[in-house]
């Protein structure tokens, strides 16, 4: 434990983050980085508890606590204090294959698990995380490990989202030749295209696959596995294949005149194109769902919804509404959820930020659905009607009637989550699916019902964090070592 009264004596400081007036001008990442000295201090508020709770990825009435990876928290916050970055970077790595991607994006389980928490506030691993990995790539650590000795064995990892890139990095670290399929034209799935450019900055996933290629993982873009090739002849070339094909079936709408309305979009498509737009042009070749100056709608609360309201800021909308279904979280934990449980509590997000800075006032409003839907005689959107929703004496949640409202709308973004993964990629390997059209293994396993097929990540295990994907691709990644050598040292 680097300094035994740190938590007592320094306060917890997060790394600075530009305006949001000034930051919606751009799509570069806005938060900045402390000071070295800063950024120990914060290391040394760590308490080393003799249960860290941080690590444990704990399951408390169906929601995680702790993280999911069992990152090695207190060692590396006691390296942060003493200034031995390599060595908080070498025991940050021993769980974590992308902690520059979970330092960005990650919703920090970890530090609502931590003990510091209960009566101040949680030390900041999340920050410590980014600014460990980061320090690792400016200072040289980060140096190419490719594998002294290589098997025979051949794998082909079919997604390049975060548990894809686990399953690839883990294998091929082994000594197995391993094979990524993409079928977008650039690498890394959901980190690429599902999430903007100022909540992860794309060069950070170049970095990340060119050292992958040094390291001898191959990269195959543009291929779409089940439809440019067949599942059969991929099964003939490979020892093994891996799905990481992600939970990418979006949940619809179900209002009057949804159908064949124009300016209706889900979020991953609407994401997709902002992204693909501003990588290729910097939005000049005008292929994006652009959302200047109009009245946008967007259905969903989640973390996705959130993306897709600072996205529309960006481009200069109108306004912008977010609506929710559920009713609003408390802003403070409830007595029926005490810590160490996920805390479920309202959390005013970036774009929500940016909204209230930019129109004065928070984008979402709660309990609410769309009853209809408004168009013009080309059959573009309009306007929508919405409805409030609460429960009844028998517990029902029904909408309330005369509670119905008209809410100018020309752009609709439908961010309500996803329902399992696509279907034609299961029926090219002849997968069995479970009823939440996920791919079927046994508890704890990732073999499908096809020999030498394995899944993990989102197709496995449904909608779910990048931090979990990670963990799935790990795991799944010692199943197929298991299964290829008869033994796994992973």
């Known amino acids: 434990m680097g300094k035994a009264t740190g938590f007592l004596e320094y306060n917890r400081h997060e790394t600075p983050v530009r305006d949001p007036l000034e930051r919606i001008q751009d799509f570069d990442e806005f938060h900045g980085m402390l000071s070295e000295e800063d950024r120990k201090e914060q290391g040394a508020r760590c308490m080393n508890c003799g249960v860290p709770f941080c690590q444990s990825g704990m399951m408390l009435h169906g929601m995680a606590t702790g993280c999911p990876l069992h990152n090695l928290i207190p060692e590396w916050n006691d390296e942060v204090y003493h200034g031995n970055m390599w060595h908080a970077l070498s025991r940050l790595l021993k769980t974590n294959n992308f902690p520059e991607f979970t330092g960005r994006v990650c919703p920090a389980l970890c530090e609502v698990a931590c003990l510091c928490g209960v009566n101040n506030s949680p030390v900041t691993i999340k920050d410590s995380e980014l600014a460990i990995i980061e320090a690792g790539f400016a200072k040289g650590y980060m140096q190419p490990q490719i594998p002294e000795m290589r098997t025979d064995k051949k794998v082909a990892v079919v997604g390049s989202g975060p548990s894809g890139l686990a399953c690839a990095d883990m294998l091929n670290k082994r000594g197995h030749h391993v094979t990524v399929y993409e079928k977008h034209d ?262 499908t019902n096809i020999p030498g097929v394995f899944t993990a990540g989102d197709m496995r295990r449904g909608q779910s964090l990048v931090v979990w994907a990670i963990e799935e691709g790990r795991a799944c990644a010692k199943e197929v070592d298991d299964f290829l050598d008869g033994y796994s040292n992973m």
């Open 186 to 447: 650039r690498v890394g799935g959901l980190l690429m295209y599902g999430i903007p450019n100022m909540k992860l900055d794309k060069r950070i996933i170049d970095r990340r696959i060119n050292l992958m290629k040094e390291e001898g993982v191959r990269f195959i873009t543009n291929v779409n596995v089940g439809k440019d090739i067949p599942s059969d002849v991929l099964q003939e070339q490979f020892d093994a294949v891996i799905l990481c094909c992600g939970a990418e079936r979006p949940r619809d709408i179900q209002a009057e005149g949804r159908e064949n309305t124009k300016g209706i979009y889900f979020a991953v498509d609407f994401l997709t194109q902002n992204t693909k737009s501003y990588l290729d042009s910097n939005f000049k070749d005008g292929k994006f769902i652009n959302a200047k100056d109009k009245n946008v709608v967007i259905v969903g609360g989640g973390d996705t919804g959130n993306d897709c309201v600072g996205t529309v800021i960006r481009h200069g909308c109108k306004s912008v509404v977010q609506l929710e279904l559920m009713p609003k979280a408390p802003d403070t934990r409830s007595d029926d959820n005490p810590w160490p449980e996920y805390p479920k509590i309202c959390k005013v997000d970036y774009g929500q930020e940016e909204a209230i800075a930019v129109f004065g006032k928070d984008p979402r409003r709660y309990s609410t659905t769309i009853n209809r839907v408004f168009y013009n005689e080309d059959k573009m959107i309009t306007s929508i009607e919405t409805i409030r929703m609460a429960f009844d004496k028998q517990h029902r949640y029904l909408p309330v009637p005369g509670t119905e409202e008209i809410i100018d709308c020309d752009l609709l973004i439908i961010a309500a989550g996803f329902t399992g993964c696509d279907q034609y990629i299961a029926k090219a390997f002849q997968l069995e699916l479970s009823p939440r059209n996920t791919v079927k293994t046994e508890d704890g396993k990732y073999a």
